[in-house]
């Protein structure tokens, strides 16, 4: 594996090959991709929308007002330490175990422009979105040319659990600066890769996963430069997991335990590295005794993660991306906590989807149809699935 790009095939348009004297005439590869990627996460909404009218709900309340979305709203409107609620075991869960970025965003918006927080979250997980798949696409590009990175933007579009990406969640914004600093990474703008690592382990949890891949990927390509480490590459690693240290630090000195402290408040919600446990638990519930058709279908989604990690490895990926969505897969398998939430925590793992990319366009060249009619009917699955989940289904997302 490599840190450095592939060779790249011809440009193509939206998964085919392009005459060469016709490119003026086309759409850009960039444009192509975010006009695909818009209009399907509009449609998502439309879905939702329509969803809540069928079964009497507020036509788009629930896109800023549901599970972990309220903790943002309400700790971009009066800070850290003023909400806690107690479980049913008696557990303590804090605001604290939700990363500052996104809702000191909100709360950005909200002083600047008159917004009410709710419309604030939207604003910014939906423009964190476009962004992200702006990030998705130019590392597709820079890899392996202009028709995989349309694929591998529109495959990111309609999976199934990307509704997350219009509602009041963090998986947007930390997917943007994960691609970014990513696709920095690949262009050796250690500093860049390193700031945006920075941002996004303020975003979540598991933001340290970006932190992780910048710094695997930095220490391989100083051991391949042999000492002739350039100041940018190590200031960039430097600089990558201080988001992540620095607010995890900083709640285990509100809590008073410094190393502790962040792991204690997860605990509380049920969320630690459990090595599996959790997981097994799961599935032998489900096939023993069943379970709702939303746990079915996340069960797939994880195990499809797993086998694309496989793919991926086996199709030689750079390094950066390998270890990125490798730490997202383990923490996602690895760790305790609804398994219901789980297919969310992979949506920013996008680099799991470039062996499908790749084999659509190769698709797409022998078999037009059969490719546009795959991308199409996933396109039908995630716009009811999403409606489904977020109408419907009792599991949280």
């Known amino acids: 594996m490599s840190t450095s790009s592939v060779p790249r095939p011809e440009s193509a348009v939206l998964f085919g090959a392009a005459d060469p004297g016709s490119v003026r005439r086309t759409p850009s590869g960039l444009v192509t991709a975010l006009i695909l990627f818009v209009a399907v996460r509009i449609a998502g909404v439309g879905a939702v929308v329509l969803a809540n009218h069928f079964t009497g709900r507020p ?35 804090a605001d604290w175990a939700f990363f500052p970025l996104y809702p000191g ?8 422009l008159p917004l009410t927080p709710g419309q604030a979250a939207l604003l910014v997980a939906g423009t964190a979105a476009v962004v992200a798949a ?16 349309v694929a591998l933007v529109a495959l990111w579009a309609v999976l199934p659990q990307s509704v997350v990406l219009t509602i009041a969640y963090t998986e947007s914004l930390f997917s943007a600066l994960a691609a970014w600093s990513l696709y920095c990474v690949l262009k050796g703008r250690w500093l860049g890769a390193g ?18 891949a910048v710094l695997v990927a930095g220490a391989y390509e100083a051991v391949r430069l042999r000492g002739r480490v350039p100041v940018g590459l190590w200031a960039g690693c430097l600089l990558a997991p201080l988001g992540w240290l620095g607010y995890v630090l900083w709640v285990g000195h509100r809590t008073g335990d410094l190393l502790d402290g962040y792991f204690g408040v997860q605990r509380a919600w049920n969320s630690r590295f ?50 990125f969505a490798g730490m997202l897969v383990v923490v996602v398998v690895g760790g305790s906590g ?39 009917a996933l396109a039908v699955v995630s716009l009811l699935f999403g409606a489904y989940v977020m109408t419907v289904a009792r599991a949280p997302l």
């Open 59 to 93: 036509l788009v309340r629930n896109l800023a007002h549901v599970w972990d979305s309220r903790w943002y709203l309400h700790i971009a409107t009066y800070g850290y330490g003023d909400l806690i609620e107690i479980t049913r075991r008696g557990a303590v869960q």
């Open 105 to 112: 965003l909100i709360r950005a918006l909200t002083t600047a």
């Open 134 to 149: 702006w990030g998705v696409y130019r590392i597709g590009d820079h890899l392996y040319g202009r028709a995989v990175a």
């Open 195 to 212: 700031a945006l690592a920075a941002l996004a382990g303020l975003s979540r949890p598991s933001g340290f996963a970006v932190a992780v």
């Open 274 to 323: 459990d090595f599996g446990l959790g997981s097994l638990r799961f599935l032998k519930g489900l096939l023993l005794h069943g379970g709702g058709f939303v746990y079915a279908a996340d069960l797939v989604i994880v195990v499809s993660a797993v086998l694309l990690f496989g793919l991926l490895c086996l199709d030689r990926a750079p390094l950066a991306l390998v270890v």
């Open 338 to 376: 609804s398994f219901s939430s789980k297919p969310r925590f992979l949506l920013p793992a996008f680099p799991l989807l470039i062996p499908l990319a790749r084999a659509l366009v190769r698709s797409r060249r022998a078999r037009p149809a059969q490719a546009v009619l795959v991308v199409g």
